[in-house]
């Protein structure tokens, strides 16, 4: 569009509009396949997650009855000597938690790439307004 463009104000504006409404349903768009890419990131790492969990779980076992037969043959009864294993097992499992709930947390799958090209965008808008 040149400096010296003598059409109406009406179809400067509707013109202005038609761009608008273009460049938000392009930033839709991103914004879509943004969150599809981080929705199949976050299936991938979860399916990873719970194959991991399902081989070591009997690894687990074996090695907290390990720990409790050792911790029997240190002198404790068989009842403390299975507390202090499941505490253990308890533990290990509070901590694998945590990470995972840190690692699923809404703000890592957010749509950033989108979500600063409409920063970006509303910024330029306000400079030509």
Do not use: C, Y
Not at 48 to 53: I, K
């Amino acid at each position: 569009m040149s400096a010296t463009d003598s059409r109406p104000v009406s179809e400067l504006f509707g013109d202005a509009l038609k761009q608008l409404s273009k460049l938000m349903g392009n930033e839709l768009q991103l914004a879509r396949a943004e969150i599809a890419v981080k929705a199949s990131e976050a299936m991938s790492a979860v399916g990873l997650v719970v194959g991991a969990g399902i081989s070591l779980v009997p690894a687990l076992v074996l090695l907290l009855m390990a720990l409790a037969a050792w911790v029997e043959e240190l002198g404790a009864r068989s009842s403390i000597a299975h507390l202090i294993a499941g505490a253990v097992g308890l533990a290990i499992g509070g901590i694998l938690a945590g990470i995972g709930m840190h690692r699923l947390k809404a703000n890592s799958l957010a749509p950033k790439r989108t979500i600063q090209q409409l920063q970006r965008d509303v910024t330029v808008a306000k400079e030509h307004v």
